[in-house]
């Protein structure tokens, strides 16, 4: 299995940006897809997860409304469309990939596959 992100850079606050996480090496209809972000000096937190199979959708507090996850079947990749940033959104993304049931999308554990991460910054 493999996850490749991409999309990261650097913007100004108030931007956007698009991410993107293409997923390789088996089928993922039965997987939930997150995105997860570290801040330096921070531990990794929990952004936003769609269950591959029906699209059910699941998002931290502090992103709702701005940051939005898709997925593309055909192309077999996850998007993380990021509207309105802001300078605390400045951490690395990693795409990750799980089988779980019940609400334990927000912890890592949950997630057996991870991808390099991508860097975010965003600048005052």
């Known amino acids: 299995v493999q996850l490749v992100e991409s999309g990261g850079g650097l913007v100004q606050a108030g931007g956007s940006l698009r991410l993107s996480c293409v997923a390789s090496?088996?089928?993922?209809?039965?997987?939930?897809m997150g995105w997860f972000r570290q801040a330096p000096g921070n531990e990794r937190e929990f952004v936003a997860d769609i269950w591959w199979s029906s699209g059910n959708t699941f998002y931290a507090a502090s992103v709702k409304g701005r940051l939005t996850i898709s997925r593309d079947n055909a192309k077999n990749t996850v998007y993380l469309q990021m509207n309105s940033l802001k300078p605390e959104d400045t951490a690395v993304y990693y795409c990750a990939a799980g089988v779980f049931s019940g609400s334990y999308y927000y912890t890592e554990r949950s997630y057996a596959y991870w991808g390099q991460g991508t860097q975010v910054t965003v600048s005052s």
């Open positions: 090496g088996r089928t993922f209809s039965g997987y939930h």
